[in-house]
């Protein structure tokens, strides 16, 4: 599927749970674009020296929720990319309201019980560590949802090869273009 030029003209911003594809979705709908990647939880980490983990571990999850705020505000300074952002944060008013204003937003949406096997294969995630991934995203999504609902774009994926979820973003961005010049 070649790419409609316009795709290219502003940010891209991934959102959704854990486990939903956003980074590498992203990395691939970047070279589909040709558009630099970014990924917010990378962002941090360099921002921080220190990994998600640690910076949960030393300063708890509002910290990180503050300084991902700040990377996001920084990274749509920059000109039009594809952007994965952590799966909390498109929940922060300021973060949504900025991603809402400056880039299209795209609900990656997938099945719990898909997600929960993804995310339980490494244990990475602070907000999983030691407990049920189901659990655990189940709780999310009640709170999460109505929030990742205000995306401008939702793409249901499923447990699909990435190249098919990229074709689903692409058609889904190229639906969302012509319907904003109408």
């Given at each position: 599927?070649?790419?409609?030029p316009r795709l290219r003209r502003k940010t891209i911003a991934l ?168």
């Amino acid at each position: 599927m070649t790419a409609d030029p316009r795709l290219r003209r502003k940010t891209i911003a991934l959102v959704g749970l854990m486990g939903a594809g956003k980074s590498s979705i992203g990395r691939r709908l970047s070279v589909v674009l040709d558009l630099p990647f970014r990924d917010a939880d990378s962002e941090v980490e360099a921002a921080a020296g220190r990994t998600i983990s640690e910076i949960f571990e030393s300063f708890g999850e509002e910290a990180f929720r503050d300084g991902e705020r700040r990377v996001i505000a920084r990274l749509m300074d920059e000109g039009p990319h594809v952007l994965a952002t952590g799966g909390g944060a498109f929940v922060n008013d300021e973060t949504r309201a900025l991603i809402k204003a400056r880039a299209i937003s795209i609900w990656l949406k997938a099945d719990l019980e898909l997600l929960a096997r993804r995310i339980g294969r490494k244990d990475t995630r602070p907000l999983v560590r030691g407990k049920d991934p189901l659990e655990v995203l189940t709780a999310l999504a009640a709170t999460r949802d109505p929030l990742y609902a205000q995306a401008d774009i939702v793409v249901e994926t499923g447990d699909t090869p990435h190249n098919e979820a990229v074709e689903a973003v692409l058609r889904a961005l190229t639906t969302y273009l012509a319907g904003a010049e109408t």
